[in-house]
């Protein structure tokens, strides 16, 4: 049975220090013959040629088990290139659009609901005022109501405000991608490639439309 590495290596440090032994004994002149120091040599000699061999075995051990990992990692990867798992990543993506696409147009829904009743409610103000039955603002509270575009209320039920959809989509993805180090992760190239996106269509903005620049500048937009 073949050495490992280790003992081998071990037997020849111990011939070694056995030969090394006898060397210094024939140096205080101890009975050592000539004999014992050539068969000490020639076990040196034959436990070199076993580490050589162990080192040859561990070698092709280490090949097998690379060949056998890389083998393993080939087929995993035929099944990922090959595999149903793109089509799940693709179904699951077009569901998660479609779900942002309905998120937003109900959003767009009430907000557009909600700046007409505001409408109503501003021209309502204005009629009052004109007829000298309100010299303040919300001169609709007379009705239990009030309100402008981007909000309506009813004292004692509650109110109604525009939702922010851009912040609504952002919260909405946040709360997918979870709170795990790789959620946190994905959080941040998310805003990273939304920057990065809105980067972009500012500058075609002001490549199309140079005379933006300033105005865009003023707001402290820049591409």
Do not use: C
């Not at 205080?28 to 040599?41: F, W, Y």
């Not at 959003?107 to 609901?113: F, H, L, P, T």
């Not at 010299?135 to 009813?154: F, K």
């Amino acid at each position: 049975m073949p050495l490992d590495l280790t003992t081998a290596r071990q037997e020849l440090d111990d011939a070694r220090a056995t030969l090394a032994t006898l060397e210094e004994q024939v140096r205080d002149g101890a009975d050592v013959t000539p004999q014992q120091l050539a068969a000490q040599r020639e076990l040196i000699s034959f436990a070199e040629l076993r580490v050589e061999a162990a080192q040859r075995t561990e070698t092709r051990i280490r090949e097998e088990e690379r060949a056998a990992l890389g083998a393993a990692a080939k087929t995993s990867a035929e099944q990922l290139v090959t595999g149903a798992g793109m089509d799940e990543i693709g179904d699951a993506a077009r569901t998660a659009v479609d779900a942002l696409a309905r998120l937003a147009a109900l959003a767009y829904q009430r907000n557009e609901r909600i700046a007409e009743v505001g409408a109503s409610l501003v021209q309502l103000d204005e009629d009052l005022k004109a007829a000298g039955l309100a010299d303040e603002p919300w001169g609709s509270r007379r009705y239990g109501v009030w309100g402008d575009r981007g909000r309506v209320a009813v004292p004692g039920v509650g109110a109604a405000e525009q939702l922010d959809v851009g912040r609504l989509s952002v919260a909405v993805v946040t709360a997918g991608l979870g709170d795990s180090p790789e959620g946190r992760q994905a959080q941040m190239r998310h805003m990273m490639e939304f920057n990065g996106l809105r980067s972009q269509m500012i500058a075609g903005l002001v490549k199309a439309y140079p005379a933006l620049a300033p105005a865009l500048a003023r707001q402290g937009v820049t591409a």
